[in-house]
């Protein structure tokens, strides 16, 4: 079975930085594109950032310049650089990736609580 897995959400003060990580298990094949979405309390889950397979990177414009998701080597890991954190940030993080012949991978979210 196919998995992935966040780590690293917390708690933090505004203006501060976390890191989250996400790591795949149950599958050789590599993830075409990867994706850190979010979602708050009564609001709709939200794409953030996402790294396509060719190494392209988007991002939401609420965290453009705050936020940096990488991906080493292209494989199955990527990670979500938060800095310069506001309260509006606080939301669970989900790591999500498109894997050939499986379809969409969701992780079971990491929560991110940013006090002012």
Not at 18 to 23: T, Y
Request: aromatic share 8%; charged share 15%; hydrophobic share 30%.
């Amino acid at each position: 079975q196919v998995q992935l897995v966040e780590s690293g959400g917390g708690q933090v003060q505004a203006g501060g930085s976390l890191r989250l990580s996400c790591v795949s298990s149950g599958t050789r094949f590599s993830f075409s594109n990867m994706a850190w979405y979010r979602q708050a309390p009564g609001k709709q889950r939200d794409m953030v950032a996402r790294i396509l397979s060719n190494g392209r990177t988007d991002y939401a414009d609420s965290v453009k310049g705050r936020f940096t998701i990488t991906r080493p080597g292209l494989k199955n890991t990527v990670h979500l650089q938060m800095n310069s954190l506001k309260p509006e940030d606080t939301a669970v993080y989900y790591c999500n990736g498109a894997l050939d012949r499986v379809g969409s991978i969701w992780g079971q979210g990491t929560q991110v609580t940013v006090s002012s």
